[in-house]
């Protein structure tokens, strides 16, 4: 996972609460994603980003903001927490398109 | 939703067995990605294929592109311990730059 970090690793929110997840890359790759990871439906793409300040929705965009005002940061932003959206959160970069893709550690987040 | 339809869902192995997997899709796919997830890690690339028909061998991991650039297949050939994991099929269905990810096949090697 070298090359990705994810903030925070851990968080526990309360229904309706704001948060803000943190994915940086010091790898320069141009593209970048945000995925929620649940039980027994693998890895569903939230938001992604195919270059600085441009942004995308992917399968499941709502309740999700993301913004990339750097090239080497992806925010993703839960307005108002809902518990459907307990989940382990994962962002993954990619230099080129089609060729592989890094993905950080993880954030699990719990909302209740 | 998904467009891409993975099976099984789970295996249950003999250490020393053979596995088979497979990705199916509604639209085509110019790429196939093959990766592994380990638990508490983010997935890790096994294989990546580009043309129709391309079998392409990692170790013990042997993956193709099926002709109808429609479906791909995963195996691992003699099953060990350290094969347990969740191994997904990925591509991008036609949005340049969207990578999408199947449901995963979760594999347990007994010895």
């Known amino acids: 996972n070298a090359g990705v970090t994810q903030t925070p690793k851990f968080r526990v929110l309360k229904t309706g609460q704001s948060m803000t997840l943190l994915c940086a890359q010091d790898?320069?790759?141009?593209?970048m994603y945000w995925y929620r990871q649940d039980p027994g439906m693998g890895l569903r793409l939230i938001h992604y980003s195919v270059g600085e300040g441009t942004t995308a929705k992917g399968e499941v965009p709502d309740g999700y903001n993301v913004s990339r005002l750097k090239k080497q940061n992806f925010l993703l932003g839960l307005e108002s927490a809902a518990p459907s959206q307990t989940s382990v959160y994962f962002c993954a970069i990619m230099r080129v398109v089609n060729t592989e893709a890094f993905f950080g550690q993880g954030t699990r987040l719990t909302v209740v | 939703g998904q467009q891409l339809n993975q099976s099984p869902q789970s295996m249950f192995i003999q250490e020393g067995e053979d596995v088979s997997m497979n990705c199916t899709s509604s639209s085509i796919f110019n790429t196939w990605l093959w990766y592994k997830q380990e638990p508490g890690e983010g997935p890790v690339l096994l294989i990546a294929?580009?043309?129709?028909?391309e079998l392409t061998s990692n170790g013990r991991l042997t993956a193709q592109f099926g002709i109808t650039r429609k479906d791909s297949f995963l195996n691992i050939s003699a099953s060990i311990p350290s094969d347990v994991g969740i191994y997904f099929c990925?591509?991008?269905?036609?949005?340049?730059?969207?990578?999408?990810f199947g449901a995963g096949t979760q594999v347990v090697v007994t010895p």
């Open positions: 790898m320069n790759h141009e593209y």
């Open positions: 990925a591509g991008p269905p036609g949005s340049w730059g969207k990578l999408q």
């Open positions: 294929l580009y043309k129709a028909g």
